[in-house]
């Protein structure tokens, strides 16, 4: 099989291939028809503008495709080193060992302390098997397959953790964390265990870099020092003690900001549009021959990146939303006729709205942007409301804030990050029932709630907590490591490091097919609404 082909990050355009579309129950590698997925992509702003399908098809009638494809594979996640751009690079004994309790000295007049017959470091040649499931047939239901026939193939990625030697000399790393796009129950925890982590290497120059990418390049906003003592408390409360923005400078003059400040690490804490950044800034760094580690930390409530289990603040926003179902339930059922509407986040994924569904047992109809639905007609949403209301007297809808767009009239206006701005499918869906049970000669008291900024900017719980911490920790173990162009994830209850292009790719979305999203019908019981 040919090489595939993947355009790097330069300048404002960012384009990658497509890894994978699902077709009838199973998915071709690189297949020429176009994804629903990748059409609701919006357009992205300067840095993340559009993703392009460059890609040949495998050619499955060549005996050696499976070898073939396991090679390229292995070339597409291997992740970027140091010592790729510089094979001289010394490495140093880790300074990080939990052997030893005895604090780094201030100059390291004694060389560095570490204890190698500790076992508690990551060997570079481990891995993690990518795909846990072998599919016997691909009408099998959430089939991942590579070609018809659903042949295992192997995938391994990268195990993260801490490693034996080191790249960076901790009194040499100036490292810098900034928080982009919106706000995220768990930023101030990841930003707390990066900072706690450094200094355990023993880094003392630690700055964040206040109001995302902005901040790299306006000389108004002035770096903010961090250490322990001031980052002690911060995960006590929501949002991001850096701030937030969306959009940014060049990555030209982000790169030119880093030299001028002597950054040599930079931790990125962000989404799809934020990790282009940071991959494009990874490479500006190598086409200036700068050796610098970049790390992505993937942030996202909606939990849209690929190859994840689940990303920082999605449980916190599930089980937010919780209060806002349970608000509308109690509406719904303490009145005549009663009919609880609630709008939860998911541009282009409808995550949040499905496990709140699952987890509250209080949703009626659930509605994503992944699965299409009418409102009217004999099979529409308003048909089975009227449904519920004759069989038990009320109903609660739940549906993400992308969904039935095509509703709505189309305004073209963009963010700051070039998402288009979407429409109120809530609003819509309080106004079409109304309308509708009045003209049937049916009352219906239809109450609304929209808690879309509640459940984003509050503390995150025990469970997003713990999935900070690990991901902060391993951010700064493969920056050391001296790994560039990277981001953490958690995949198959194990913490790994992916390729940045390789989780941007495009959005994940729920899948129709998937044994949750079956789970959820079951749960609702709600038929297809087409």
């Keep these: 099989m040919d090489s595939i082909s993947r355009s790097a990050i330069a300048g404002p355009t960012f384009t990658a291939s497509l890894r994978c579309h699902r077709s009838h129950g199973f998915s071709f590698l690189n297949s020429r028809v176009p994804s629903p997925t990748l059409r609701r992509v919006a357009k992205r702003g300067s840095i993340f503008a559009e993703i392009q399908k460059q890609s040949p098809a495998i050619d499955f009638s060549d005996p050696d495709w499976k070898i073939k494809y ?40 004694d060389g560095y302390p570490s204890d190698e017959e500790w076992h508690g470091y990551i060997n570079n040649n481990d891995r993690v098997l990518l795909k846990v499931i072998r599919f016997s047939s691909p009408t099998s239901a959430g089939a991942e397959c590579i070609d018809p026939g659903c042949t295992w193939v192997e995938q391994w990625v990268h195990r993260a953790g801490p490693r034996e030697k080191i790249y960076f000399k901790p009194e040499e790393v100036k490292a810098a964390i900034v928080t982009c796009g919106g706000l995220c129950p768990g930023l101030n925890d990841v930003i707390r265990q990066i900072v706690i982590t450094l200094e355990i290497y023993g880094v003392k120059k630690i700055v964040g870099i206040p109001f995302g990418y902005r901040g790299l390049s306006d000389n108004d906003l002035s770096e903010m020092p961090l250490s322990r003592k001031v980052v002690q ?104 006729h009663g009919i609880g509407i609630v709008k939860l986040m998911g541009r282009s994924s409808g995550f949040i709205a499905m496990y709140a569904a699952l987890a509250s047992g209080q949703i009626d109809i659930c509605l994503i942007p992944e699965v299409p639905f009418h409102l009217h007609g004999p099979h529409g949403v308003l048909r089975h409301l009227k449904y519920l209301i004759e069989k038990k007297g009320s ?136």
């Design 70 to 109: 396991q090679t390229d594979f292995e070339r597409r996640f291997n992740i970027p080193h140091i010592t790729d751009l510089f094979p001289d690079a010394e490495s140093i004994p880790s300074t990080f060992c939990l052997k030893m309790r005895t604090p780094v000295l201030e100059d390291f007049a």
């Design 233 to 336: 408390n911060i995960h006590l409360s929501g949002g991001s003690l850096l701030g937030v923005s969306r959009g940014g400078p060049s990555v030209s003059d982000m790169v030119d900001c880093m030299e001028k400040r002597g950054i040599n690490m930079l931790f990125v804490l962000g989404g799809n549009g934020t990790h282009a950044g940071a991959n494009a800034i990874h490479n500006e760094c190598r086409k200036r021959r700068l050796k610098v580690a970049v790390v992505g930390v993937p942030k996202t409530i909606d939990n849209d990146i690929l190859l994840m289990d689940k990303t920082f603040g999605f449980d916190t926003a599930v089980e937010e939303a919780q209060r806002a179902i349970n608000s509308a339930y109690i509406e719904a059922h303490s009145a005549y």
């Design 395 to 530: 109903a609660v809808v739940c549906v993400a804030e992308g969904a039935g767009q095509s509703f709505l009239e189309k305004t073209n206006a963009t963010d700051a990050s070039g998402n288009i701005v979407l429409g109120d499918i809530g609003v819509h869906i309080q106004q079409e029932t109304k309308k509708y049970f009045k003209e049937i000669g049916v009352h219906a008291d239809v109450k609304y709630i929209d808690p879309t900024y509640m459940i984003r900017a509050c503390r995150a719980n025990a469970s997003d907590g713990i999935l900070c911490t690990v991901l902060g920790q391993n951010a700064v173990h493969g920056a050391f490591a001296g790994y560039s162009g990277i981001t953490v994830g958690i995949c198959n209850t194990h913490y790994v490091y992916f390729p940045i292009p390789e989780v941007i790719s495009y959005p994940r979305a729920v899948d129709p097919n998937s044994r949750m999203w079956h789970r959820c019908l079951t749960s609702t019981g709600q038929p297809d609404f087409i």
